[in-house]
């Protein structure tokens, strides 16, 4: 199954299931996460029923996230290309540490975009980049999970931010390319992850929990950044983002992201005096 969230004229964010090329949406206004919480038979019992509903055109409606406001977002570094090649550009080396243990943030729910929404350019920032990741989508609640019992706990997964695709779906080796303007950037596979999502998840939930909704993601696939790109081949032939460049994003069986670059809102000081312009910032 292929879940999205599209948004109408009027309004009302709805889940729906994808057949073919249209969207069939789950009867009543309700919400992806809803579905969630169990072993899957609800995301299972409202395809069924939403597929006995008219298709709607994707080209008539907005694409939104999947899951528009996840109670968390936890977005780990489990590539170790990227983690290699990236904090070489900064004139670092990989802490020892994360070949023991899987690393993570927890990044900004609300700030999510659907997958052909205009992306601003952060405040102040002067190099302005893009991550290609997968994310999985956690189905139901646990707590201190082993890495087997955590797999069992995703219902789906996701290229920020499009279709959600449930786990019987999902190619191990799929391909993840992204293009900046039409011109190739970067590609990789979902299956150089040094850490798996079974692992990731297991860590995530040490000592707390995953509940539904909750976003886990990869991290950048190795070359999966202007980073890294410029790093390796330099700054000329790769060039930090600008308003203007669109950016595409695709994964095997988990659809494209095709979002264009636009200007984003000037720097506001804090105490009266210009703050310091980022210098690197990714979206």
Known sequence: MRWSTYVGDDGVARAAVWNGDRLHPVP????????????????????????????????????????PRPPSIRDFMSFEEHVVTALSAIGQTVNPLWYSQ???????????????D???VSPGSRAFDYELEVAAVIGREGA????????????????????????DELHPAAAMSAAVNGRPYSAGRLDTLYWSFGEMIAYASRGTRVIPGDLIGSGTVGTGCILELSRVHGADAFPWLVPGDRVQLQADGLGAIDAPVVEGAPVRPLRGATDPTTTHAHR
Do not use: K
């Open 28 to 67: 009543g206004p309700v919400a992806l996460v809803d579905l969630l919480g169990d072993d899957g038979t609800r995301l299972r019992e409202a395809a069924e029923r939403a597929l006995h509903e008219p298709g709607v055109d994707p080209q008539q409606v907005r694409l939104a996230p999947p899951v």
């Open 102 to 116: 899987p690393v993570f943030y927890f990044t900004n729910p609300a700030s999510l975009h659907g997958p052909h």
């Open 118 to 120: 205009p992306v601003a």
């Open 144 to 167: 201190d999970l082993t890495s087997t019992e955590a797999v069992d706990h995703i219902a789906g997964y996701m290229l920020f931010c499009d279709w959600m695709l449930t786990p």
